[in-house]
């Protein structure tokens, strides 16, 4: 299979698609926690990393995103943190065999160190606490998405990248404001995050969820314009998300969404696979479209 980041550096790849959704398609019920899954409804957990490997990912994720110990403590589950990321990344590990990579998400605390509600060194024994754990259960890489504090994510690769041997991806959220820029709810642009995270020790950088697909490019080519050579991964989500019928939507089909990809292609991603409301079939699509934008 080879090092990961070679890989990355060949040619556009793909990733899978939403996970928090697709669980509550499968019964996921409002105030459950989606980790404990991996072990009260692991089948379910295991059919949707397969679902994004027939589809034709060439790495997926792992249901551990609100995996930390701030997250599970939550639901009581503090001190199971280890047993559910490792069983997380086990699951995907299963799905993905030999020839794919598992990539272990890890989300939000949900504590701001702006407020005080945590300090730094609480962050990082947590975030090196789920890192290891998802190593252990098989993951090739780890992957800090949905960040909106620079602080909190430079924490958080920081803590997977010293204490585990594998690379470290990161991913974080941008609005777009008024005049057209895109910020993170801190404020972060997609410029201003390179050289903070790159000098904690990621090795992937990017943007998930926030965006449709459309939304991306522009991302994709600021962070281009600052760096040359930084790998980039795009998880958008199928649309901006509309509420109705005391449901949310997500209004983009896999057509829509695969549209712009070869735009994104030729802005420079290296990674793309989507977030919130993707399905496998919109994998499917995104794959086909890379496919046909690589060999133009």
């Given at each position: 299979?080879?090092n990961?980041?070679?890989?990355?550096?060949?040619?556009?790849?793909?990733s899978?698609?939403?996970?928090?959704?697709f669980?509550?398609?499968?019964g996921?019920r409002?105030?459950?926690?989606?980790?404990?899954?991996n072990?009260?409804?692991?089948q379910?957990?295991?059919?949707?990393?397969r679902s994004?490997?027939?589809a034709g990912a060439d790495m997926?994720?792992?249901?551990s995103?609100g995996?930390?110990?701030f997250?599970?403590?939550?639901?009581g589950?503090?001190?199971?943190?280890?047993?559910l990321?490792?069983?997380?990344?086990a699951?995907s590990?299963?799905?993905a065999?030999?020839d794919?990579?598992v990539?272990g998400?890890?989300?939000?605390?949900?504590?701001?160190?702006?407020?005080?509600?945590?300090i730094?060194d609480e962050l990082?024994?947590?975030?090196r606490?789920?890192s290891v754990a998802l190593?252990?259960?098989?993951?090739d890489?780890i992957?800090?998405e949905?960040?909106?504090?620079?602080?909190e994510?430079v924490?958080a690769?920081r803590?997977?990248a010293?204490?585990?041997?594998?690379?470290v991806?990161?991913?974080m959220?941008?609005d777009k404001?008024l005049?057209?820029?895109?910020?993170?709810?801190m404020?972060v642009?997609p410029?201003e995050?390179?050289r903070?995270?790159l000098?904690?020790?990621?090795?992937?950088?990017?943007?998930?969820?926030g965006?449709?697909?459309?939304?991306?490019i522009?991302i994709v080519r600021?962070?281009?314009?600052a760096?040359a050579?930084?790998?980039?991964?795009?998880h958008?989500?199928?649309g901006?998300p509309v509420?109705?019928d005391?449901q949310?939507?997500?209004?983009e089909?896999?057509?829509d969404?695969?549209?712009h990809?070869?735009d994104?292609?030729?802005?420079?991603?290296n990674i793309?696979?989507?977030?919130?409301g993707?399905?496998p079939?919109?994998i499917r699509?995104?794959?086909?479209?890379?496919l046909?934008a690589?060999s133009?």
């Amino acid at each position: 299979m080879g090092n990961i980041l070679e890989s990355i550096q060949r040619r556009v790849m793909v990733s899978d698609g939403a996970w928090g959704t697709f669980l509550q398609k499968k019964g996921l019920r409002p105030g459950e926690c989606p980790e404990l899954w991996n072990v009260s409804h692991r089948q379910e957990v295991l059919d949707i990393a397969r679902s994004y490997v027939e589809a034709g990912a060439d790495m997926i994720e792992t249901n551990s995103f609100g995996g930390s110990r701030f997250k599970l403590g939550k639901y009581g589950l503090a001190d199971r943190v280890a047993e559910l990321n490792r069983e997380a990344a086990a699951i995907s590990r299963e799905a993905a065999g030999p020839d794919l990579w598992v990539m272990g998400s890890i989300g939000p605390t949900g504590k701001l160190l702006l407020m005080e509600e945590v300090i730094p060194d609480e962050l990082y024994d947590a975030f090196r606490e789920q890192s290891v754990a998802l190593v252990e259960g098989g993951a090739d890489a780890i992957v800090v998405e949905t960040m909106t504090d620079l602080e909190e994510a430079v924490i958080a690769v920081r803590a997977a990248a010293e204490n585990t041997a594998v690379p470290v991806f990161c991913t974080m959220t941008f609005d777009k404001l008024l005049t057209g820029e895109y910020r993170t709810m801190m404020g972060v642009s997609p410029s201003e995050m390179i050289r903070p995270l790159l000098d904690a020790g990621a090795s992937v950088l990017g943007a998930n969820c926030g965006n449709g697909m459309e939304g991306m490019i522009a991302i994709v080519r600021e962070i281009r314009n600052a760096n040359a050579s930084v790998p980039i991964l795009i998880h958008a989500n199928a649309g901006i998300p509309v509420y109705r019928d005391g449901q949310t939507h997500f209004p983009e089909s896999p057509s829509d969404m695969a549209y712009h990809v070869a735009d994104l292609v030729h802005a420079g991603v290296n990674i793309i696979g989507g977030c919130c409301g993707t399905t496998p079939g919109h994998i499917r699509e995104i794959r086909d479209q890379i496919l046909k934008a690589s060999s133009t």
